[in-house]
């Protein structure tokens, strides 16, 4: 799976969370999801969550923490989906 197609499936799975419409809009790869997006923490789970369901994968504590921005998250399920 290719970054551009991470980043569409990522878009769709934090839309409900996001509230700056407009940072959405520019989002890209250097994105960060609580300053940018304005995604608070509670909903910051939620979207581990929904991200570990679409990708059938499981994110431990540690990539949780780490997984602040769209290149992380990127890395983090690449990383994942790599790994059988």
Same mark, same amino acid.
């Given at each position: 799976?290719?970054?551009?197609?991470?980043?569409?499936?990522?878009?769709?799975?934090?839309?409900?969370?996001?509230?700056?419409?407009?940072?959405?809009?520019?989002?890209?790869?250097?994105?960060?999801?609580?300053?940018? =997006?304005?995604?608070?923490?509670?909903?910051?789970?939620?979207?581990? =969550?929904?991200?570990?369901?679409?990708?059938?994968?499981?994110?431990?504590?540690?990539?949780?923490?780490?997984?602040?921005?769209?290149?992380?998250?990127?890395?983090?399920?690449?990383?994942?989906?790599?790994?059988?």
């Amino acid at each position: 799976m290719t970054n551009a197609e991470l980043i569409v499936s990522l878009k769709q799975i934090v839309q409900p969370y996001v509230q700056d419409q407009e940072a959405f809009a520019q989002l890209s790869e250097e994105t960060n999801f609580i300053d940018d =997006l304005k995604i608070n923490s509670a909903n910051l789970v939620d979207i581990i =969550l929904d991200v570990e369901d679409a990708f059938d994968i499981e994110i431990e504590d540690d990539a949780m923490d780490q997984m602040l921005t769209v290149k992380a998250a990127i890395a983090i399920i690449q990383a994942k989906i790599a790994t059988p």
